[in-house]
């Protein structure tokens, strides 16, 4: 079975700091994708990145980066210089093969950015 | 503009009285899914559909049901709801073309089951 860990419940970072939440996933499926979501406060999913299985390169996206260790299993989200309205609340999530049906979810790490 | 739209946005109802939560999309999309967040739990599928006809069980099924008549609606049932199907509830789409990886969240439904 699929699973996602994510450690960190909450984390503060100084506004314009860079920060890295982390995030590590569980499957047999050689194919898979792993995507980043954020949740302000308002409540909607914001999709952030994605990063498929066979990729040779780290995905990037503006000021998100993933950081993909396949053979750690592990795919961290960093963000470069934090902004006020970076705290919220993110997600990561995976879905097994490229036409895959399940997604999984990690239970989320609370961000906090301080002016 | 491309959305994802669910009725009702909050909803507070007693134990064993039928419900319909509906989800809508203007995105053509064939994937549809349901999805429930709790605190410390992140969100955990529901039912997904591949497309119209076709349905299935994700990770936490038990006490709902789905239909997918059409293709742009994915309504969920909860026949006999509980309290413990109290929760912030989430449909979302995606197409299944290559490239196209993100899925569109509706705006969630906020369910109180007393």
């Known amino acids: 079975a699929q699973k996602i860990t994510q450690t960190q419940p909450g984390m503060f970072v100084q506004e314009k700091e860079a920060v890295t939440l982390d995030c590590t996933y569980d499957t047999s499926d050689p194919s898979y994708g792993l995507f980043w979501y954020k949740q302000p406060s308002s409540g909607e999913m914001i999709f952030l990145i994605y990063?498929?299985?066979?990729?040779?390169q780290n995905a990037t996206e503006g000021r998100y980066s993933l950081n993909f260790q396949k053979a750690r299993k592990s795919a961290n989200l960093v963000i470069s210089a934090s902004q006020l309205g970076d705290s919220a609340m993110y997600f990561c999530a995976m879905r097994a093969n490229n036409y895959g049906q399940n997604f999984v979810f990690g239970p989320g790490t609370r961000l906090s950015v301080l002016p | 503009e491309a959305q994802v739209t669910q009725n009702p946005r909050y909803l507070i109802t007693v134990t064993g009285k039928k419900l319909t939560v509906t989800c809508s999309q203007n995105m053509n999309h064939e994937y549809m899914s349901w999805y429930r967040q709790d605190p410390g739990l992140g969100l955990r599928q529901i039912y997904y559909?591949?497309?119209?006809?076709?349905?299935d069980k994700g990770d936490v099924p038990e006490g709902y049901k789905v239909s997918r008549k059409e293709k742009r609606n994915f309504p969920l049932i909860l026949e006999s709801p509980s309290p413990n199907q109290t929760s912030l509830y989430f449909c979302?789409?995606?197409?299944?073309?290559?490239?196209?990886?993100?899925?569109?969240f509706g705006p969630g439904t906020r369910l109180t089951v007393l």
């Open positions: 979302a789409s995606r197409d299944f073309q290559l490239g196209y990886n993100e899925q569109f």
């Open positions: 990063q498929g299985s066979y990729d040779q």
């Open positions: 559909s591949m497309n119209v006809e076709v349905t």
